[in-house]
């Protein structure tokens, strides 16, 4: 059935990405960027199968001028330029049906906010789930007008990059709150197209936890995760969707299994109320025997032969109680394991969140002992570096003197390249050589100064180890394998 998905992220400078590449790579197309003056080609990738540029008021401009306009108009290194949203497209619907329903959500974002908003529908990756059809969707941060000049501008930030307190100050609602009508607008819209097709199906915006659900929600592993996953990688958002799947599971097994139990329970009540109706009508003609003495001879036979069938019916149903009790014990013995299980499922899920933790303070380690140990390199060659340094700036700026011949000049150009070659090779072996020491040194360094990181470092590798104590029978040798591996490319000795 149709998943729903609505993810939005910002694109900025300070995370290296920028709107011009961004828009490229998304629409398939080839775009110049005219601040830094690269050239963005992705017209060869597959995939792309629609591109809609959306404006408010159908204002007119060509999509390369519009995202090189939303890069030269923000002036910070730390600019956001863009935003982007990411949306599921229900397989139900056809192609066609696809198209309308993500441009109308983007006309709606287009006239709301009054920005410019870029569409782009994908096709499934082919080596995914073939029903992941999706549509990127990159809104200007800026509210794009035409000036009293006539010229087409980025004019005011748009409301969905205000502060919370510009926000208020307007009387808006916060950056949170309006992202969640955005979700439940295209929750809406979605729904709506549904049922307009006669399709039985809807997706709901909300979390498990806001529909009252007890059923756990999976993450999205991302493109990178699920390559990993093809290929056999366990990866930790993996592990954790399948032990989601396994808890799910075992929910709805102990609703099958109260389901059982309820059936039973009536199952008993309707063989009680028979066996009761039966002794009733015994014992009505019974008492009616007694009362019409001149029928009593003749029915007396037929009150016994019903009196023996009401009997055994009391009989078959007391069987079919103790049958129902049997069942009852044994569903009651399947709970209590089922339960022992989940117990066992959230010792594990504790041990995973631990194993988490350590291994973020294992790359806490890692990173901290690489800081120091360039520190250390740097240090030890430093007068190397800076003799280095100072020879090729006076290399750079040497000017052939008026009485030397052309020829000795080359000679002496040439013996100042030779020795700057030889104490780059120096610099070069030094540093193999002493690569080694200096990473002991960087150790005893954060052994003695920072001897919290060490500690959290191996307490993060126990629980590592814990955690795969506890769930490595249930991988495959392969899998196994690759996480040894894993383990050993670390800088950490452990």
């Not at 010229?151 to 748009?158: C, Y």
């Not at 709805?252 to 009536?266: C, G, P, R, T």
Request: charged share 35%.
């Amino acid at each position: 059935m149709a998943i729903y998905h609505l993810s939005t992220k910002p694109v900025s400078r300070s995370s290296g990405r920028t709107a011009t590449a961004s828009i490229a790579y998304r629409a398939g197309i080839a775009i110049k960027d005219e601040r830094t003056g690269k050239e963005h080609d992705y017209t060869k990738r597959s995939g792309v199968i629609e591109t809609t540029l959306h404006t408010p008021n159908n204002l007119k401009i060509d999509r390369a001028e519009l995202w090189n306009l939303a890069e030269t108009t923000e002036t910070r290194k730390n600019s956001r330029t863009a935003r982007e949203i990411v949306v599921n497209l229900p397989y139900e619907l056809d192609e066609s049906c696809r198209s309308d329903l993500v441009n109308d959500f983007a006309k709606d974002l287009a006239n709301k906010y009054g920005v410019a908003v870029d569409v782009a529908v994908h096709l499934p990756d082919a080596e995914g789930d073939n029903r992941n059809h999706h549509a990127h969707i990159m809104l200007t941060t800026r509210k794009l007008e035409r000036l009293e000049s006539g010229r087409i501008a980025l004019t005011s930030k748009s409301q969905l990059e205000m502060s919370n307190t510009q926000l208020k100050e307007r009387d808006l609602p916060t950056a949170r709150d309006e992202l969640k009508l955005i979700r439940k607008q295209w929750a809406d819209l979605t729904n709506d197209y549904m049922k307009e097709r006669n399709i039985p199906v809807t997706i709901d915006h909300r979390s498990h936890a806001e529909r009252g659900l007890d059923q756990l929600p999976t993450q999205k592993l991302g493109w990178e995760a699920s390559a990993m996953e093809r290929k056999g990688i366990a990866t930790n958002k993996g592990d954790y969707n399948r032990m989601v799947k396994e808890y799910n599971h075992t929910l709805n097994q102990v609703a099958v299994l109260d389901k059982s139990i309820q059936d039973l329970k009536e199952q008993r009540e309707q063989s009680n109320d028979r066996a009761r109706d039966r002794i009733e009508r015994t014992i009505k003609l019974t008492e009616s025997a007694a009362y019409n003495t001149a029928w009593a001879a003749k029915r007396a036979g037929q009150v016994n032969e019903r009196v023996n069938d009401s009997q055994q019916g009391i009989e078959g149903a007391e069987r079919a109680i103790d049958a129902s009790a049997g069942a009852i014990d044994q569903a009651n013995r399947r709970i209590a394991e089922h339960q022992r299980q989940l117990k066992a499922k959230q010792g594990i899920k504790d041990l995973y969140a631990q194993a988490v933790k350590g291994e973020q303070a294992i790359n806490t380690y890692d990173k901290r002992l690489a800081d120091i140990q360039r520190q250390f390199e740097n240090v030890n060659l430093k007068p190397l570096r800076t003799e280095l340094s100072q020879r090729q700036k006076a290399y750079d700026d040497a000017k052939k003197p008026m009485m030397t011949s052309q020829s000795k000049w080359e000679k002496q150009k040439l013996e100042q390249r030779t020795v700057l070659r030889n104490l780059e090779r120096q610099i070069s072996v030094r540093e193999f050589q002493d690569k080694s020491k200096h990473e002991q040194q960087a150790k005893d360094w954060i052994a003695k100064n920072e001897p919290q990181i060490v500690q959290e470092a191996k307490q993060g590798q126990q629980a590592i180890q814990e955690y795969r104590k506890q769930t490595e029978p249930q991988k495959t040798p392969q899998q196994q394998q690759v996480r040894i591996v894993r383990d050993n490319d670390k800088g950490m000795e452990r």
